[in-house]
């Protein structure tokens, strides 16, 4: 990979990169990539963490752009956004790809 490329990473890849950089929100993204939309009460019962640091790492993932919410009644269902993780993954595959020729030379 050269220099230039790493100069495109948008600002919205660097953002969803450190969202993802937390335990409880890679375990919702987790949850949700597993079991598909999820009512915020189903995702309370499986996260260690109280109603109001959920309702925090939730927003952080929205705001990043990886997840979506859906009011249902006084609920909200949360989803992947789709496509959101396409540009990190092409990112992650490069370096992956990038680190492997490195190790050969």
Known sequence: MNDSKVLELSVDVVDQLAAL?????????????????????????????????????????????????????RWIDYALVPGAFDEMAGILHQLGRATEKAALS
């Not at 990539?33 to 999820?38: E, F, L, V």
């Not at 019962?45 to 640091?53: E, G, L, N, R, Y």
Request: net charge positive.
């Open 21 to 73: 950089a937390d335990s409880v929100r890679l375990a919702i993204v987790q949850q949700l990539a597993t079991y598909g939309t999820q009512c915020v009460c189903d995702l309370n019962t499986h996260a260690q963490v109280s109603p109001t640091k959920l309702s925090y790492h939730l927003k952080i993932l929205k705001d990043a752009g990886l997840i979506r919410g859906t009011r249902r009644g």
